[in-house]
């Protein structure tokens, strides 16, 4: 073929959108992954351990920027915003998918201004309070703020954030409405828990595990159907007393919408990889966050899922009332 007949080819295949430009060397500088909550929260460790495990399948180098406030929505806002070029991606939780409910002025929407890569994790949650908090169970627990409504609160990241739908989810549950504090992430919230500054919260056991083995604060049980083997001696809600309460935190990576599909491609059998990664898997398990199947860390998967998601939660949070501007 000559020289001539191969540019007019390639001009062919850009026109076409089959070979756009920059895809077929992408990545070929530092990709950031942008993550809505505080640095060292549950989804900043869920991100950083994915994108150090990225960078070595994409021999290039994937660094996380931390957008955090209002419940995840301000860094969506700027991904949605931004170049779609595979130079910058996200990670946000099951709050993507609440975020339209909760959020009037929402100036994004999650499906249409996302491409999805893939899903990540399943995370569960645990109900902690401060070391000195008066209950010694779940019951308790209960029984205390129930009695002291007005003065006991409950730490949450943002509304929307996963913290805070665990809360609402609490509070419905044993039917008491409590005073929330939010934060930018459960990140800060925690520290603010270490330092007794808040009573409870309920967080995903990326953020709580390692302070529940040091015993730097009470544990009362984890969201999850079954008990954890990362943290075998903590009850079920179920077997705590609260046999109705059930809740997963689910992780995804995306990129902004028109992010050309041979750049989104490459990055799903990155995501695929990383998630085989035996050190991730064994990282995540450690802290009771489980690494999905491979058939779920796909575009379609997590394109059906999110979907599933906004239908499911949307009625839940519209009947609760709650939203945020
Ligand atoms: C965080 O990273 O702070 C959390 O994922 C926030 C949350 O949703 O609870």
């Known amino acids: 073929m000559g020289v001539r007949m191969l540019l007019s080819l390639c001009c062919a295949l850009l026109l076409s959108g089959q070979l756009p430009a920059g895809a077929a060397e992408y990545p070929s500088k530092v ?11 549950p989804s ?5 351990l994915l994108a150090q495990t990225m960078s070595g399948s994409l021999k290039t180098q994937l660094i996380v920027e931390n957008v955090a406030g209002a419940g995840g929505t301000i860094g969506a806002a700027r ?16 709050g993507h998918a609440t975020a339209p409910a909760l ?22 949650m645990t109900l902690i309070a401060r070391k000195d908090f008066p209950a010694k169970s779940l019951k308790e627990l209960i029984a205390h703020v129930k009695a002291n409504k007005d003065k006991v609160n409950l730490a949450n990241a943002g509304v929307g954030s996963a913290s805070h739908l665990a809360g609402l989810l609490f509070m419905a549950e044993i039917g008491t ?8 992430g459960t990140g800060p919230a925690m520290n603010d828990l270490l330092g007794g500054q808040v009573d409870f919260m309920i967080d995903q056991t990326t953020n709580t595990t390692s302070h529940i ?29 609260l046999p109705n309460y059930r809740m997963t935190v689910w992780h995804a990576l995306y990129a902004p919408k028109g992010t050309p599909k041979p ?6 059998a990155a995501l695929q990889a990383a998630l085989k990664d035996a050190n991730l898997k064994q990282r995540y398990a450690e802290l009771g966050a489980e690494a999905v199947a491979q ?3 796909t575009p379609e998967a997590l394109r059906g899922h999110l979907k599933a998601e906004i239908e499911k939660w949307g009625p839940i949070i519209k009947n609760a009332g709650v939203y945020a501007d």
């Open 31 to 41: 990709v950031t992954v942008v993550v809505p909550f505080s640095a060292g929260g």
């Open 44 to 48: 900043d460790t869920i991100a950083r």
């Open 79 to 94: 991904v949605a915003t931004s170049p779609p070029d595979g130079y910058t991606l996200f990670v946000h939780h099951i």
């Open 103 to 124: 959020y009037r002025k929402l100036t994004y929407h999650p499906i249409t201004d996302f491409e999805p890569i893939g899903l990540i994790n399943d995370g569960a």
């Open 177 to 184: 409405d409590l005073t929330t504090i939010p934060y930018k």
């Open 213 to 241: 083995k040091a015993g730097k604060v009470q544990v009362y049980s984890v969201t999850t159907p079954q008990r954890l083997p990362s943290l075998p001696e903590v009850p079920t809600m179920d077997e705590a007393g």
């Open 263 to 268: 750049i989104i491609d490459k990055l799903t």
């Open 295 to 297: 058939e779920r860390a």
